[in-house]
């Protein structure tokens, strides 16, 4: 029973066009976030929703946009797509923002060509 | 400077041979200690959270356990479908909202 869903698994998208990721989840959690994780490296905090309470993290490029239309949907929408952007992107969701874990998703696999 | 550091980066292990995999931080005050296995491909799969030093937790051939500086994840007879990425994050306690902070992870594989 998948309780965090992200699709697509794998998004091959072209070098500056726009492309959208997106989450759900049936926890019914209060905080979703999204993650980049490169090859061998630790995941990487983006943002984060709680409710729709919106928290950018100071070094996350203006190209990463996020959306949360409801409790249950996060969407993360990059604008112009570099090479360097070609990543795992982790979608999680957790019940608070304090001491609580977060449950990840399977991942999108994003490759810009 | 990392606030977490995982040792080893990777580590080879035959089957049955026993282990410990590392995680020390350099937060000032810790409101949780979060264990995860990641296989390859796969999202963080959550297997433990630690809150005080002293305090264990097990599940199956794994267990982890707490100090104020470092967590070890102990693996007791390793099979080979214990070979993943373990992956160690943090939570600072202060009075704002701090996310998780994960390691690089140990990769783990468990020979037959």
């Known amino acids: 029973d998948a309780m965090v869903i992200q699709n697509p698994r794998y998004q091959v998208t072209q070098f500056g066009k726009p492309v959208t990721l997106s989450c759900s989840q049936t926890?019914?959690?209060?905080?979703m976030y999204w993650y980049q994780q490169k090859s061998s490296q630790a995941p990487k905090l983006l943002f984060h929703y709680y409710d729709k309470d919106f928290n950018n993290e100071a070094d996350t490029p203006d190209n990463f946009q996020s959306r949360r239309p409801n409790t249950s949907f996060c969407f993360l929408d990059i604008r112009s797509p570099g090479l360097g952007d070609a990543a795992m992107y982790l979608c999680a969701t957790s019940r608070t923002r304090a001491g609580a874990e977060a449950f990840f998703g399977q991942g999108t696999r994003l490759t810009v060509v | 400077e990392d606030q977490v550091t995982q040792s080893p980066e990777a580590l080879r292990l035959q089957e049955g041979e026993s282990s410990s995999l590392n995680c020390s931080y350099t937060v000032s005050g810790l409101r949780g200690l979060f264990w995860y296995r990641q296989d390859p491909g796969k999202g963080p799969e959550f297997l433990f959270t630690l809150y005080s030093a002293g305090e264990e937790k097990e599940k199956e051939r794994l267990k982890a356990t707490l100090t104020k500086k470092e967590s070890f994840l102990h693996i007791t007879a390793p099979k080979p479908e214990d070979s993943a990425t373990y992956l160690c994050?943090?939570?600072?306690?202060?009075?704002?909202?701090?996310?998780?902070?994960f390691g690089k992870g140990t990769r783990l594989s468990v020979i037959a």
């Open positions: 926890l019914n959690h209060n905080v």
């Open positions: 994050a943090v939570q600072e306690r202060n009075s704002g909202n701090t996310p998780l902070v």
